[in-house]
């Protein structure tokens, strides 16, 4: 596999993000820095956070559209497990989640844009992310009618964001965008599409924040981590993901999607140095 690579800067971490949520990154950087900013512990960043992502709309909260699994004190700050689940009554009409850590330095962890191979059975989604201090995690949902529904939990994590990565910068740069896609059977919930299958796509990448520090040099490593990830289904749509800093090093999804004739997963994803890889689930990789 031939991985050409870019030199780009820090700033392309701000190349994902609407003017709203730069924003709230870098208020977030700036009080991170100054030794003599207040913090209280009343604090809320989410009433800022649903002004700027999500244009102040409602958000219904807890009504059963959507489910979040987190838990309450994370082993790993910067590898936190979470699974999200939407019920097979409202699956079909949910075009998009958003995935909110509301203390991060960039609080938009990802977005994630369903498409007509994301099936009509239960919809399910795993990741995981860093979680830089005690925070609550939102999983938000926005249906087809531009309704906006919210599941959120509170984790107890600190220094995800900052945490060395598990190799140094080279080794993990060796490794740079290989890719396993693993397809399984159905998993057999009730209430889901006998058309419904489950699949696993993991990357090699470091998805360096910028906030980590070489314990050699003593410089930071500039950002540099998956900024697209698209799944198709026999060329259809399963999602496609905008993601940030917030995901883990060596980004893993699993998730659902709806059987059809060909039930090939074509796997494309973009970091922010340019850097394209792809694979699908009948082994090709480049």
Known sequence: MEVKMQANPLANQQSVLSPGRLALALVALLALALPGAPVRADDDPWPDIRRDVFDNREVIENDGTISLDAPYRAEDAAVVPLTMRIPASIARDVKSLTLVIDKNPAPVAAT?????????????????????????????????DGKLHMAAKFVKASGGCSAPASKDADEALASLGKMQIKTFDQAGAADRSPQTREAQVMIRHPNFTGMQMDQISREY???????TLEVKRGGALVFRMDGGISISENPNFRFTFGSGGDDTLEVTAKDTDGSVFTATSAGKAT
Do not use: C, W
């Open 112 to 144: 994630f844009h369903f498409g007509e191979a994301a099936g009509s059975g239960e919809r399910m989604l795993s990741t995981r992310v860093r979680i830089d201090m005690y925070s609550d995690v939102r999983a938000v949902i926005e249906t087809n």
């Open 221 to 227: 490593t500039p950002a540099k981590f998956v900024q």
